[in-house]
């Protein structure tokens, strides 16, 4: 989903609207992170981004001749909650960008977007499905969707912004990039279900959102 | 630190075993693209290691999971600035 210069180029005004949107959220997630967040998530924090990153190379083939990968979003949100979500993924999107050409710079803030700020605010659905519920089975199955719902939003702001660059505008690119990504979201949904779930078996301490969610803290 | 280097020597066994099966096909959006012919331009900058690949490296593999050491330990360094950064005083 990472969109390349070549398709925002000529749409300035497209990366600019979301290059100042992101940078909103950014600032947003900075102050709200530097207030709740102690010395303690750094090395949770570097860990999954790390994690994130490689992860995210490695593509899954799904039907159509297409593949897709994890994103992570809501994997890093159920780790280190909203804010911190923003921020690491944002990271990795731009050592994306600067190293592997993956994702432009003109393009960073739609990037950014749909990706980063998709996958921190995913935290507030799987909030909103769980609701007060200590059901385990509730809870992933609500991390199941939010990861699904985090990716096809994303696919579909996508979708908006680089719709400028296809002669069909709209639509075309809404109901393609929805098809692909609803089926590339259910591999996101079945990964990070999966992780979710075996860090909780095996560290259950770093499942910092699950804690989160279970004491109805906000950050 | 010690447990930095064992999370890098984690990532290094993760890329190795897994990118031998990463699928190579388009991902969702550079299928859309090609299907429906984008009017899609050269990009002005494609990385230093244009598609997770060291130019100098021969074989592909041990390129791809070189790049994506280099890339992992990039980030593992950025966050853990960001991380003092967020919570500089050690009250955690």
């Known amino acids: 989903m990472h969109i390349p210069d070549g398709l925002i180029i000529n749409n300035p005004a497209v990366a ?39 992860a995210q190379m490695i593509n899954f083939p799904i039907a159509f001749g297409t ?16 804010y911190a979500t923003m921020l690491s993924m944002t990271i990795v999107l731009l050592m994306q960008a600067l190293f592997f050409g993956d994702g432009g710079i003109l ?22 499905l769980n609701r007060n519920s200590h059901s385990n089975g509730r809870f992933v199955s609500s991390v199941f969707v939010a990861s699904w719902v985090s990716v096809v939003l994303g696919a579909l702001v996508c979708a908006l912004e680089i719709s400028p660059a296809f002669a069909g505008g709209v639509l075309v690119t809404v109901p393609s990039m929805l098809l692909f990504h609803a089926v590339i979201g259910l591999g996101e949904g079945a990964i990070t279900t999966v992780l979710v779930s075996s860090l909780q078996r095996l560290q259950p301490s770093v499942v910092g959102g699950l804690a989160l969610l279970r004491e109805r803290k906000v950050l | 630190m010690r447990k930095y280097f064992g999370i890098v020597a984690l990532i290094v066994v993760f890329l190795a075993v897994f990118v031998p099966f990463a699928s190579s096909n388009p991902d969702g959006l550079e299928k859309v693209a ?39 330990f990039m980030v593992l360094l950025v966050a ?4 003092k950064a967020i919570a500089p005083k050690s009250h955690g």
């Open chain 1, 67 to 82: 593949s897709g990968h994890l994103v992570g979003g809501t994997f890093l949100a159920v780790l280190l909650g909203p």
């Open chain 1, 107 to 128: 393009a960073f803030g739609a990037n950014v977007f749909n990706m980063a700020v998709m996958g921190g605010l995913s935290f507030f659905l799987i909030r909103l």
């Open chain 2, 34 to 72: 090609s299907t429906f012919g984008a009017e899609e331009h050269q990009p002005f900058w494609s990385g230093l290691m244009a598609d997770y690949s060291i130019g100098a490296v021969g074989s592909s593999y041990v390129s791809t999971v070189l790049a994506g050491v280099f890339g992992a």
């Open chain 2, 80 to 83: 853990l600035l960001l991380g």
């Open chain 1, 16 to 54: 600019a609207v979301m290059w100042t949107v992101s940078i909103a959220f950014l600032v947003w997630s900075w102050r709200k992170a530097k207030a709740a967040y102690s010395r303690s998530i750094t090395a949770l924090l570097a860990i999954s981004s790390a994690f994130v990153f490689v």
